[in-house]
């Protein structure tokens, strides 16, 4: 069965802090990896896109890497903001076309 | 660029009603997908569409929920009779073809869906 966890589910750090949210898959066989923020009542803003043959990709203060064989992702946001306050979620498309997501880690920076 | 539009933004209905969604993905592309988030659980894939044809409607739940895309443009997702375990958040998203450098998933808002 395909699927994916997230750890933490929450995580709450001060300002300025580097952190790393964690996703792992079940299914090495993946055809892209990307990961989304999402903002209460709001929609799914797509973060980061990592291709199969990528290791990894990266956005101003976000690194999302990728390995395969292990089944591992993870996102790096370094000096965290209060304005990055949200859920992240992380999502797996395989060769179906369709995204298999995670749970999501709801994270709070404190000012 | 207009992004992907949902509406309504909300809906509380009855248990027994009917109730259609509606999505605008952006233009241009041909995939559009409806997803759902029920309280408490992850997202999860409903169908697919790649332009006016079901690509993969494996997700859907039941006979109670049809959806629609004529003419490759916006998509309907109607649910009749509704239950109250349809209630959750629904989110439509598109992209472009496959096989392009450019597969982002763009969302909508989604819709709150509240059956009571």
């Known amino acids: 069965k395909q699927e994916v966890t997230q750890i933490p589910a929450a995580l709450s750090v001060p300002e300025g802090e580097n952190l790393v949210l964690n996703c792992s898959f079940t299914?090495?066989?993946?055809?892209?990896l990307q990961w989304f923020r999402q903002d209460p009542g709001k929609g799914l803003t797509s973060l980061l896109l990592?291709?199969?043959?990528?290791r990894e990709q990266t956005s101003g203060r976000l690194n999302a890497s990728l390995d395969k064989s292990s089944g591992r992702s993870t996102l790096y946001i370094a000096a965290s903001q209060p304005g990055d306050s949200a859920t992240y979620l992380c999502?797996?498309?395989?060769?179906?076309?369709?995204?298999?997501f995670g749970q999501g880690t709801t994270l709070q920076v404190k000012p | 660029e207009a992004g992907v539009t949902q509406f309504p933004s909300h809906s509380v209905i009855e248990k027994g009603q009917t109730v259609t969604l509606r999505c605008d993905p952006i233009s241009g592309h041909d995939n559009l997908y409806w997803y759902r988030r029920v309280m408490g659980k992850e997202i999860k894939f409903l169908l697919h569409f790649v332009k006016e044809s079901k690509q993969d409607e494996s997700g859907m739940p039941n006979n109670r929920f049809l959806a629609e895309r004529t003419g490759g443009t916006y998509s309907t997702l109607k649910v009749q009779p509704a239950e109250l375990e349809d209630s959750g958040v629904y989110f439509c998203?598109?992209?472009?073809?496959?096989?392009?450098?450019?597969?982002?998933?763009?969302f909508g808002s989604g819709t709150q869906l509240s059956v009571l």
């Open positions: 999502a797996v498309c395989y060769n179906t076309g369709k995204l298999i």
């Open positions: 990592i291709q199969s043959s990528q």
């Open positions: 299914d090495s066989a993946i055809y892209n």
């Open positions: 998203a598109s992209s472009q073809a496959r096989g392009t450098t450019n597969e982002k998933l763009f």
